[in-house]
């Protein structure tokens, strides 16, 4: 018995001492982030995560740039829903702290800017505030200098992608250039606008002294990635917005001379998906279609609502729809329609009349004219392209004057376009939000206006403008009467050239600074725009009904800078974050 | 460690036994009808037999001083002093009170009076004939400190169970399942009811502290029923009925919405401030005040959609969801055996439809259970459990359901297909396929009957035929998007071991136990072509989840009675555990048919839906414990035990979890013992440490996912890219939470037994929170994980049991009721934590107050007009909080501005009391028994009214409203849209205390001698129901208080309270039969 206690006591011990693996497991499905980075291999592929990242904030962006500006409204503003109700309060320039919205691009912009941080932190950048410079550690993983300091020239472009974007809406924001703690965090309060403005210049220095300056090569495995031009052409924007448009000249005349990119010849080819990356794009935030999580959703929000599969497959959900003001400037004159117009703007018939037609002409006699308006576009057997839209209503002879000459057989049935939406990046697609199209952020045509806005009205930056025009169809401007004027054309022309590309809204603010006529700042631009819509689309707004005259008082400029999010603020309770005047 | 191992070895090894010459007594036992009584343990100091088949005995003794004992699960224990007998026959008694009850508690067992901790026990009487599927929910009221919360009334669905508060702020706070000794990880989804033999609750910490890292938030204890020494036995056991919703949202179809606006724009158009204002705002003229013309169009539409083609008849999405749902339970059983091998064998099956189409659940569970006597010192019990459930889901929650307009039939009639074919879109549609919104889009609209006639508004006026779109919704209508999905899970279970016991010497054990637990879970998500929009692909979502789970438990146990009233044991031991949980979900598209949907059929795999992990978990511990009984008065226990786990980082992998408590039986001393009415009177106190370790796997190390572009010419090759997480920092330092609970108790019996009480009262303080702590966005990632602050609980609970009349008609009642408040003490460094909801509602936790406090703007009422407003010399830039007929937000801080400083504690979600009683009547052989529970106080966030078609036609959100300035109804139930959004507000806060009548069971047992007739040995016929009467708060206006949305954000515990879209209660009538032979 007493062997038997024994035995048993020694066999409980040996069973219970010899078992410490057990416990000690790490993770077999995920690569564990400590052990990472430290090859160049892995830096490279921690990079291509910084580019999937610049994806995240598209979602929002539209949001926060073309829909505050008079390119676009929300066109859903009667649906009560929660995504809804947030875009309304940005189309009204009311948004509330707690916006959904504003505060996913915060948080999708800064995780990106962690990324790259995290990148470059293994590569040795370092951001030296002073002299304002990215200085380079001595190697310490396996990869070579020259390795370390072109992964970092990238991932340096992407940060400062994504720090411009934020200093423009949002002002003064932390300014985070190495990975941190979140107790580190929780002790650094807001910067100011020109010392984020320092880390953007050093960043893209540091992209142009060490990025590939290789030329345009419409077969190179790197397209997509930031080179040396794209740095130049965004700081040239950067310098452009600070006002240092002599510096932003120099950049710019080195990249029409030496990098190698062209303008399309035709508009339309530059956003084709069979053409991706092409010569006029420096840069822009890739996409692929077909199930493989890397899909671009924008046209899934982009189509009209309630179009089922007409559109793209999955329906739309109407965002972003463009503004009657938007398609008025495409249509230059009664007979030229800018050809941009085709490529920007589509159009669906949501409602088919079961009118039938009488005449022959630009006239139509109609058998009702229910739910027909001013300014929609008409198709139908005989009408051809779609640029023919109703100018005016007779109601007492039934008729419509379309605003150019067709020729429609008698008993026709003639569909009256009501939805037009933002077809830039529409594509056909399998998936809903998995489309092929690519998001560009710096185009050729853009370094050829910037090099105009930085030179002035002179007969160079004329010309430039024109380059523009010709390949739009619109005749030659053959001079300016004056600064403004100038100011204005080249405004205008970039609204069109660039629609939905998430610039209008900055350019409004970069000519704020330039504009002499009160009439053509953003705030005359705004308050002409909510005069001008109030009645057909702000005052259906059921979440908040509100006056012209009060959205007019919301787009002043205390409320051109987003708030910062309130969830920022109230997380942190050992300092106190200022909050942007007018919130 | 180890020195601690073998101090406690040389304990067990240098205990010596020896034996003397001896007499030999032999007997026989029986009941209190003279049946004999198999398996009677029979002892006399460390020696004990077992009686046989026929209830005989043999026994050695020492002399004619030495004593017998007898003792017997659910008997009055006897000792005998042997004298000169050479016979001694005794006759038990059922012990019909609970002083000789043995519980179950961690590794082991105790008598009920020497317990010393908080432990709970709820035996099986009629738990199987409730009519539910599920334990957890059959259990609800039935405990003091036990809070079981039914947050779905979908068929299966788990229940939200809570031991004594919340001890973490995790999202895994509920209670660790131990069934027969095996921790089973996924609760009590499995177990078949009618298998449980008994429930025991360890409550306070020092019971629980056994259980080391996973006792914090208590440990339920289920022991499955045995095989008794007997001839086989076999019962049959059916039940069948039927359940529907107790109650339904008042909702108001198109037409009576419709009627409703007419007549407010009547009363509008009378008042002198409206009028005043027409004539610079025409749209007070439309139908919705500010509403616009165009909107007035769209509510008319769909007026006469409802009137001219569905016949004035509206469709009733609520009552096309809902049914009269089934419910059966079938139970087989076979125990008996011998002295060397006992048996349990059963088979269940249980089929409960939930009351929404589409939800089904079904459960199978076989139990084999054998104890087999290898010899007389090594004893081995086989248990064998598989099961397999089956569930079928609901695609679409019952909000979208009742909040679906009535004007839209779900598949189009004759009528509406021809009305939806004048567009060339939807020229193909015809009567019989789905109808949805956007056919009805852009369409003019005229209020003419089929047969010509005019349809007249509800004012006698006649609309101009205009275009109008009824609903501007871009789903599909949820009728067609429910029958076009097919969620079905399919889970296979095993539950399986072998325990060794080898006694090494009287009193000295060594037990090993070895199990093994393996789940299968399938799941396959079926959507159709088009039915999540037109053309959208058909979808087929595979995903599969195998979970192994090894544990072997190795303990020795010493028991040994010093003398008649001392006592000591010991107990030590050795665990480890090994869990491998590998899963893949495999998303196919484009599938040739809906038929033919195995993924060789897929055109492609979406790889955005694809994914696969692998991964392992391992747990380590030793374990400790002393019993020491002195003088049958005092009772002392101290346990210990060390836990290693996977779960925490290199250095942080060990924790240790004492505990120790002592009782006192003060009816046993002297000044007490006269007492002739008082026959308990325990005191207890414990103290002890448990822990928390239900947190994500490797929370201590930041992981890499795919995150890939496309680099180069063309549409781009892809490039594979590693990305760190977004959702939560990791953190090497985190550890276990610890749970440091004092228990005070008493037990009391008086009145021979007839009134039992007890009573426990506690304190417990959660250190080293792991919390899910919001960082800076800035930092990337707005979560980390950390161990910061504490949290206390304390409380009290009262159980009552009463024998209220004996003999013929008999009564007997038991009663419990529950307090637990909450309180922050420390949250690392902060001053509080907000989070928020799916609505931007906040939910704050702050030092001080209770875990979670809704945080939003308190309101007075509306405000009734603009001159009202104006008065107030308020102002405010947040978005409409200054409008006739909104919310009138009070300015808290009295500055004259609305502000988010205004903001302030609106409500909490916790309970103040929990409560239940069941009544037990009998007369002759009828018996009746019903079951009352209720939860007093706490409120809840009723999401229900975010959309405006969730508010609009509901009853409960536009009687009594505002109309204008003259008419502001009862001056506090603002106007649909207008004005401030109510979701940051009180208004949408609302009480959620309840009280229902969950079981009514009355039965009839069959005469024995009637039934013996006919070869049975009982029979017994039953009804029962549950939730035949339920009563909310008045403040409010949902259907079901105990619903909680616990998905997405809600996931989070620091996130509480919220409910959108409850489930009706299920009202259920079951009739049953039970056969015993």
Redesign the interface.
């Known amino acids: 018995m007493k062997n038997s206690i024994k035995y048993l006591s020694v066999l409980f011990l040996v069973v219970a001492s010899s078992c410490s693996d057990i416990i000690d497991l790490n993770s077999e499905s995920n690569i564990i982030a400590s052990d990472y980075y430290k090859n160049y291999t892995e830096l490279q592929s921690g990079l291509t995560a910084c580019y999937k990242g610049m994806q995240d904030p598209l979602v929002e962006e539209w949001s926060l740039t073309e829909l505050r500006s008079d390119n676009t409204v929300m066109d859903g503003g009667s649906s009560t829903s929660t995504p809804n109700h947030d875009l309304a309060f940005l189309d009204q320039f009311y948004p509330p702290t707690t916006h959904q919205g504003l505060y996913k691009y915060w948080l999708k912009s800064y995780n990106n800017i962690k990324n790259c941080n995290t990148v470059l932190n293994a590569c040795g950048a370092n951001f030296n505030p002073s002299p304002g410079v990215i200085e380079y550690a001595p190697v310490t993983i396996d990869a070579t200098s020259s390795q370390c300091k072109s992964i970092a020239a990238e991932a340096s472009f992407i940060r400062a992608h994504h720090y411009f974007n934020l200093v423009r809406l949002y002002g003064g924001v932390f300014l985070i250039d190495e990975p941190i703690t979140p107790e580190q965090a929780k002790r650094i309060n807001r910067t100011t606008v020109s010392d984020i403005y320092k880390l953007i210049v050093s960043d893209l220095n540091n992209t142009i002294a060490n990025g590939n300056s290789s030329s345009y090569n419409a077969s190179s495995q790197d397209l997509g990635r930031a080179n040396v031009w794209a740095a130049k052409a965004l700081l040239a924007k950067v310098y452009l917005t600070l006002g240092r448009n002599s510096e932003a000249s120099a950049l710019l005349d080195s990249v029409i001379a030496s990098s190698g990119y062209s303008l399309q010849s035709n508009y339309g080819s530059v956003f084709s998906i069979n053409n991706e990356m092409n010569s006029e794009i420096l840069f822009a935030i890739r996409y692929k279609g077909g199930g493989l999580g890397m899909g671009n959703p924008l046209p899934n929000l982009f189509a009209p609502t309630n179009t089922g599969n007409a559109v793209i497959n999955g329906d739309g959900k109407g965002y972003n729809t463009p503004t009657s003001e938007l398609l008025n400037q495409f249509t230059a004159s009664a007979t030229v329609v800018d050809k941009r117009r085709e490529f920007n703007i589509g159009e669906f018939a949501k409602y088919t009349s079961k009118t039938t037609v009488a005449t022959t002409t630009a006239v139509l006699t109609l058998t009702s004219l229910n739910n027909i308006k001013v300014g929609q576009f008409v198709s139908g057997l005989g009408i051809t392209g779609s640029t023919k839209k109703v100018k005016t209503i007779n109601a007492a002879l039934n008729q419509v004057t379309l605003s150019a000459t067709v020729t429609v057989p008698a008993n026709t049935t003639v569909s009256f376009f009501t939805s037009v939406y933002p077809n830039k990046y529409t594509s056909p697609t399998v998936l809903a939000f998995d489309a092929e199209n690519d998001v560009p952020v710096l185009r050729y045509s853009d370094v050829l206006l910037m090099k105009a806005e930085a030179d002035g009205n002179t007969t160079a930056s004329k010309d430039l403008i024109n380059l523009i025009r010709r390949r739009a169809g619109l005749a030659d401007i053959v001079s300016f009467a004056s600064q403004d004027a100038f100011e204005k054309a080249l405004s205008l022309e970039r609204k069109l050239e660039f629609a939905f590309e998430n610039q209008r809204w900055f350019d409004l603010l970069r000519f704020n600074a330039t504009f002499q006529n009160a009439a053509n700042k953003a705030e005359g631009v705004m308050d002409a725009h909510f005069t001008a819509l109030w009645s057909t689309v702000y005052s259906t707004f059921s979440v908040l009904p509100v006056t012209a005259a009060e959205l007019q008082a919301n787009s002043n400029p205390n409320r051109y800078l987003l708030p910062i999010p309130q969830y920022e603020i109230d997380t942190n309770s050992f300092i106190t974050i200022p909050q942007n005047p007018g919130y | 460690m ?1 020195k601690l ?2 101090l406690f ?1 040389l304990i ?2 240098s205990i010596a036994f020896s034996q003397n010459d001896s007499k030999k007594i032999t007997g026989t036992v029986v009941d209190s009808k003279g049946a004999p009584i198999p398996s009677v343990t029979v002892t006399f100091e460390d020696k004990n037999t077992t009686t046989d088949l026929d209830g005989k005995y043999s026994i050695e003794v020492k002399n004619a001083k030495s004593i017998l004992r007898f003792s017997y699960l659910g008997f009055a224990s006897q000792i005998v002093v042997v004298g000169k007998n050479k016979e001694i026959n005794i006759t038990l008694q059922e012990s019909k009170s609970e002083l000789d009850e043995v519980v179950v508690i961690g590794y082991g067992t105790q008598k009920r009076s020497n317990v010393t901790g908080s432990i709970s026990k709820y035996k099986n009487e009629k738990l199987d004939e409730v009519a539910v599927s599920r334990l957890d929910q059959a259990l609800q009221g039935k405990i003091a400190g036990v809070q079981v919360q039914n947050i779905s009334s979908e068929a299966g669905a788990d229940a939200q169970i809570s031991v004594r508060g919340i001890s973490s702020i995790n999202a895994g706070a509920s209670p660790l399942v131990v069934v027969d000794g095996q921790p089973i990880p996924d609760g009590l989804a499995t177990l078949n009811m009618a298998d449980v033999a008994s429930v025991e609750v360890l409550k306070d910490a020092a019971s629980a502290a056994i259980y080391g890292s996973r006792g914090a938030s208590g440990v339920i204890l289920i022991t499955t029923k045995s095989g008794k020494t007997d001839k086989a036995k076999y019962s049959f056991k059916y039940s069948t009925g039927f359940k529907s919703a107790y109650e339904k949202y008042n909702m108001m179809t198109t037409s009576e919405y419709i009627n409703l606006l007419y007549s407010e724009r009547a009363i509008r158009l009378t008042d002198p401030a409206i009028q005043a204002e027409g004539l610079t705002n025409p ?1 007070a003229l439309n139908l919705l005040y ?3 013309a ?2 007035t169009n769209n509510l008319i539409a769909g007026y006469i959609v409802e009137n001219t083609m569905l016949g004035g008849k509206g469709y009733d999405y609520q009552s096309e969801v809902l049914r009269n749902a089934e419910f059966k339970n079938i139970q087989f059983g076979a125990t008996g055996g011998t002295k060397a091998m006992k048996y349990y064998i059963s088979a269940g099956y249980q089929g409960d439809q939930g009351i929404m189409l589409k939800s089904n659940f079904q459960k199978l569970n076989f139990r084999t259970k054998f104890d087999i006597e290898l010899s007389k010192r090594v004893k081995l019990n086989v248990n064998l459990n598989p099961s397999y459930t089956s569930k079928e889901s609901p695609s679409e929650n019952l909000t979208n359901f009742w909040r679906y307009p009535s004007w839209l039939p779900y598949q189009h009639n004759a009528l509406t297909a021809a009305f939806v074919n ?4 939807w020229a193909n549609i015809r009567p019989g396929d789905y109808a949805h ?2 056919h009805f ?4 609209y005229y209020p003419v009957y089929p047969d010509g006639s005019t349809l007249f508004m509800p004012d006698g006026t006649t609309f101009t ?3 109008g ?1 009824p609903s ?1 919704s ?1 789903q599909n209508n949820p009728m067609a998007s429910l029958l076009s999905h097919d969620i079905n899970a399919k889970s296979y279970g095993l539950q399986g071991g072998t325990t060794l016991n ?1 006694n ?2 009287p009193g ?1 054990d ?1 037990k090993t136990m070895n199990t093994v637990y393996v789940k299968y879970d399938t799941k396959f998500d079926w959507t159709d072509r088009n039915a ?6 058909n979808k087929g979502v595979y995903y599969d989840n195998s979970y192994v789970d090894l544990l ?1 438990e ?1 303990t ?1 146990n010493y028991k040994k009675e010093l003398d008649e009233s001392n006592s000591v044991e010991l107990l030590l031991g ?1 665990t ?3 869990t491998r949980n590998t899963s893949t979900q495999t998303t196919g ?2 599938y040739p048919s809906n038929e033919f949907n195995t993924l060789n059929n897929a055109l ?5 839906g694809t994914f ?9 511990s ?1 374990l400790g414990r002393v019993n020491y009984v002195i003088d049958n008065k005092y009772f002392l226990t101290a346990s210990y035990r060390t836990d ?3 779960y925490f980082g ?1 250095n942080k ?1 060990w924790g240790s979890f004492p505990a120790a408590s002592i009782g006192w039986a003060a009816n046993k001393e002297p000044f007490l013992s006269n007492v002739d009415w008082l026959n308990k009177l325990n005191f207890r106190t414990s103290y002890g440490v448990s822990g928390n370790n239900r947190i994500l ?2 929370g201590f ?5 795919a ?18 997480n ?1 959702a939560i ?2 953190n090497e330092d985190i550890t276990w939470e610890s749970t440091f609970q004092t228990n005070y108790g008493m037990d009391l019996s008086i009145l021979n037994n007839r009134i039992n009480v007890t009573l426990d009262i506690y304190n417990s303080i959660t250190d080293k929170l792991l919390l899910q ?10 979560l ?1 994980w ?1 161990n910061i602050g504490s949290l206390r609980n304390r409380g009290f609970e009262v159980e009552l049991n009463t024998t209220n009349l004996k003999g013929n008609f008999k009564w007997s009642t038991s009663a419990n009721i529950a307090h637990t408040e909450n309180r922050i003490i420390e949250l690392g ?6 989070n ?1 909801g ?3 509602e906040i939910y704050k936790s702050v030092v001080g107050g209770p875990l979670v406090q809704f945080f939003g703007y308190k309101t007075d009422g509306i405000w009734i007009s603009q001159a009202q407003i104006a008065a107030s010399g308020l102002t405010s ?4 909080a200054l409008k006739q007929g909104g919310l009138k937000i009070v300015d808290i801080n009295g500055d004259g501005v609305l502000d ?1 400083n205004d903001r302030t504690i609106i409500g909490d979600p916790y309970p103040d009391f929990t409560w239940g009683i069941t009544n037990n009547f009998s007369y002759k052989n009828f018996d009746l028994s019903f079951s009352l529970q209720g939860v007093q106080g706490g409120e809840l966030i009723n999401g229900d009214p ?4 969730t508010k609009s036609a509901n009853r409960n959100y536009n009687s009594n409203r505002w109309i204008s300035p003259q008419n502001p109804g009862d001056g506090r139930t603002p106007y649909e ?1 207008l004005g401030f ?1 109510w979701m940051l507000t009180d208004y949408v806060v609302e009480d959620a205390s309840y009280f229902a009548l969950r079981e009514v069971n009355l039965g009839y047992n069959f005469p024995a001698n009637l039934v013996k007739k006919i070869g049975l040995s009982s029979l017994r016929l039953y009804t029962s129901g549950q939730n035949l009467f339920f009563h909310s708060a008045n403040g409010y206006r949902g259907i079901n208080p105990e619903g909680r949305s616990t998905s997405g954000p809600y996931g989070s515990a620091l996130i509480a309270g919220y409910q959108r879209g409850a489930f009706p209660i299920p009202k259920t009538y079951v009739f049953g039969i039970d056969i015993n032979f």
């Open positions: 180890k191992l073998l070895l067990f090894t749209n500010q509403g616009s165009t909107k004048q567009n060339a879109q919104p956007r889009i852009g369409l003019t035929p205009a275009a779109a501007n871009a080898v090494i010497s000295f060594f999540e929009g037109d053309g959208i692909v072997t190795n020795l050795y480890a555990q090994q598209l484009d492609f795999i979406d790889k955005s696969g992990s692998n991964n392992q978990i391992g747990l380590l030793y290693g786990s996977s290199p992998k796997n490797y190390q930041n992981l890499l996912s995150s890939n572009y496309s680099f180069g010419s063309g549409t781009g090759t892809q490039t594979g890219g590693q990305v760190g977004t920092n990791a702590q919001a960082t800076m966005a800035f930092s990337g990632v707005p980390s950390n460094n902060e001053a509080y934590l907000l928020y799916e609505r931007n830039n947040l978005p409409s988010t975010n959309y405006g078609e849209e959004n």
